[in-house]
Nanobody
Framework: QVQLVESGGGPVQAGDSLRLSCVVS????????MAWFRQAPGKEREFVAG????????SYADSVKGRFTVSRDNAKNTVSLQMNTLKPEDTAVYSC????????????????WGRGIQVTVSP
């Protein structure tokens, strides 16, 4: 059974930093690109960041470039998202997902998803 479990979310203030982690089990982690998506209330799920199988290639949404950093540790089956200089508009439920094929920024390209974790940024 494939499981993706996020951790590290919570309430913070604008300008603070937060690090999300996602531990994956039940699949060969190093064979899958991974991504972080987020969904704010009343909005569609949006791509945040993606990372290739080896970690050699990354991609970010324009809204987080320069503030967020995605990384992975294939020895620990973990993908992380370091979020700096957080803004109230970053408030959302953040989910990690394993890539199944297709465009990195399309939710339909991901086969397995974590339950998500809340990040709330207050002004």
């Amino acid at each position: 059974q494939v499981q993706l479990v996020e951790s590290g979310g919570g309430p913070v203030q604008a300008g603070d930093s937060l690090r999300l982690s996602c531990v994956v089990s039940g699949l060969t982690f190093s064979n899958h690109a991974m991504a972080w998506f987020r969904q704010a209330p009343g909005k569609e799920r949006e791509f945040v960041a993606g990372i290739s199988e080896s970690g050699g290639a990354v991609s970010y949404a324009d809204s987080v470039k320069g503030r967020f950093t995605v990384s992975r540790d294939n020895a620990k089956n973990t993908v992380s998202l370091q979020m700096n200089t957080l803004k109230p508009e970053d408030t959302a439920v953040y989910s990690c997902a394993s890539h199944g094929g297709g465009a990195w920024d399309a939710p339909g390209s991901y086969r397995y998803w974590g339950r998500g974790i809340q990040v709330t940024v207050s002004p």
